[in-house]
């Protein structure tokens, strides 16, 4: 990223007064030729933690690759008593976790994040259930509590359980 020259030159000189043996303050290096406006519009590159320099970045952090966003993580139902059933006759339940979204009869886990409307999340999934295989793309929409889940079938709604 670009630096004023002038910056820099300010920077390794109270750089290196700072880490003098001297407590002298009369030591101390500044260039007055840096006007406040020069500072104050300078780039100043903020490095990840891993590059070594221990700050962490203030950037906003992508999301990691194939990983359901937390917005539609959680159980949803089809109709209500999908949510509060106890004898595992909840057929329209899914529950969706991180990578993976589990159907009465089968789990389909996430194995690749594909391109979808800012509102919308899309991925390819891989399934098993009932003794078989297979890989389907399903979009998942969210509007308050209600999701809906498409795919090549068709569409399904759910509401949150809570």
């Known amino acids: 990223m670009k630096m004023h020259k002038l910056g820099i030159a300010a920077l390794f000189a109270l750089g290196a007064a700072a880490c003098s043996n001297k407590t002298d303050d009369a030591n101390i290096a500044v260039d007055e030729t840096v006007n406040a406006t020069e500072a104050a519009n300078a780039e100043i590159e903020v490095l990840p933690?891993?590059?070594?320099?221990g700050v962490a970045s203030t950037a906003p952090e992508a999301l990691p690759a194939n990983v359901i966003p937390a917005q539609y993580r959680?159980?949803?139902?089809?109709?209500?008593?999908?949510?509060?059933?106890?004898?595992?006759d909840n057929k329209g339940l899914v529950t969706i976790g991180d990578t993976t979204i589990r159907f009465?009869?089968?789990?389909?886990?996430?194995?690749e994040q594909r391109p979808a409307i800012a509102t919308s999340f899309s991925g390819e999934f891989a399934y098993t259930?009932?003794?078989q295989e297979w890989t389907k793309v399903e979009t998942l929409t969210r509007t308050g509590d209600?999701?809906?889940r498409a795919d090549?079938?068709?569409?399904?709604?759910?509401?949150r359980c809570s």
């Open 49 to 53: 933690p891993s590059e070594g320099n």
């Open 74 to 88: 959680g159980r949803w139902g089809m109709v209500p008593a999908d949510c509060t059933s106890t004898r595992g």
């Open 104 to 111: 009465y009869e089968a789990t389909a886990t996430l194995k």
């Open 129 to 131: 259930g009932e003794g």
């Open 146 to 148: 209600t999701l809906k």
């Open 152 to 159: 090549d079938e068709g569409s399904f709604t759910y509401a």
